[in-house]
């Protein structure tokens, strides 16, 4: 396993540095540029801006400095100055080795259109709100969707599988911008049960998480009943109720844990996917999340900002497939890395 681990983590080392280049050289490619505006900007400080930001260089040494900022680790003493061009993500105190000496790393570089921040502002202060959000809808899905798929499974060509599976079908046919909405205005105007916007408090998470846990819920709803109705037909499950054993233990021992292989696959890609994929909820609800800044910063041309999501997102991506990865052996005993 540990070796397992290990070559998955290498891997992701690879993906990552393969993304960013591929990122790297065709966001150079799409026309206009970060400082670019309707009026127009005098070449003088169009260059300015270009060596202030390191944007002058040839494209392979743009992206050496960019990646190298990122990865190469430095040690600084009191005459260090952070600054929005050298800010770091990682900022660790080393006095028991050398007084008024830090440890630096990862620095994203700073938001070419939102002078005042740099990509780690935006990771520090809106990651975990999409963090936050992201795991509640997964909560919400899982809750929702997996147990109603049991049901219907079990109870197959019955009135619970059919409203299960009907429920299921309007979740998926039912978008975030209308379901959103739909709940603001139940729940918050007609019942004043819930708050319609906002972050911080609890009662704030329910409505967004709902929205945008429901339809997934529903594809996890069809997903479990379609895999375990598989199960079900199966040689060992016959013979596990030829052992005499209650249906109860059957189902939850061993159909259900084997259906949830592919429910399992689905969950890891997912859960990214909510993490940093949530523009139009946290538009509705006012959240002040990552996905503003994950779609923004294309139109916008903000470079690092783009460089910084997509690799957020792509690390997210591989960790989680890893995760499902070694849920497998947990699930099917067969499995073996």
């Known amino acids: 396993m540990a070796r397992f681990v290990a070559q ?19 966001m150079r490619l799409v026309p206009g540029g970060p400082f670019a505006t309707e009026r ?16 002058t260089g040839t494209l392979p040494e743009q992206y050496l400095k960019w990646i190298g900022d990122i990865v190469l680790p430095r040690v600084t003493d009191e005459t260090f100055r ?18 008024d000496t830090d440890f630096r790393w990862m620095n994203f ?22 963090l936050q959000l992201g795991t509640a809808a997964l909560m919400v899905a899982m809750a929702i969707g ?22 299921a079908i309007i979740g ?37 998480a709902f929205a945008l846990g429901f339809a997934q819920s529903a594809l996890l709803a069809r997903l479990t009943r379609a895999s375990l109705l598989q199960v079900m037909n199966e040689d060992y499950i016959r013979t596990a109720r030829a052992k005499g054993l209650s249906e109860r233990i059957v ?18 890609p997912l859960f990214a996917a909510l993490l940093t994929g949530t523009f139009v909820t946290e538009t509705i609800f006012g959240i002040p999340g990552m996905g503003r800044f994950f779609v923004t910063s294309v139109t916008n041309r903000d470079y690092p900002v783009i460089m910084g999501t997509i690799l957020l997102y792509a690390g997210f991506l591989v960790l989680a ?3 499902v990865d070694i849920t497998y052996a947990w699930l099917d005993p067969r499995i073996r890395y």
């Open 109 to 130: 570089g700073p938001s070419l259109r939102i002078r005042s921040r740099t990509v780690n502002n935006i990771f520090e202060e809106n990651l975990p709100i999409s």
């Open 251 to 268: 189902v939850l021992f061993h159909a259900l844990k084997n259906s949830l292989i592919p429910v399992v696959t689905v969950l890891g």
């Open 82 to 99: 952070p600054s929005a061009v050298n800010d770091y993500l990682i900022n660790i105190r080393l006095d028991f080795i050398r007084p």
């Open 8 to 26: 998955r983590f290498l891997w992701l080392l690879l993906v990552l540095f393969v993304v960013s280049a591929i990122t790297f050289g065709l």
């Open 172 to 208: 998926v046919s039912i978008p975030v911008i209308i379901m959103g909405p739909l709940l603001q205005y139940l729940f918050g105007v007609q019942w004043h049960v819930l708050p319609v916007s906002g972050w911080g408090k609890p009662e704030n998470v329910i409505l967004p």
């Open 146 to 167: 997996i147990p109603a798929g049991i049901i219907a499974a079990l109870n197959r060509n019955t009135i619970y599988d059919y409203t299960g599976m009907g429920v």
């Open 321 to 323: 497939n890893m995760v």
């Open 40 to 55: 127009g900007v005098p070449d003088t400080i169009l260059r300015a801006l270009e060596e202030k930001y390191n944007l």
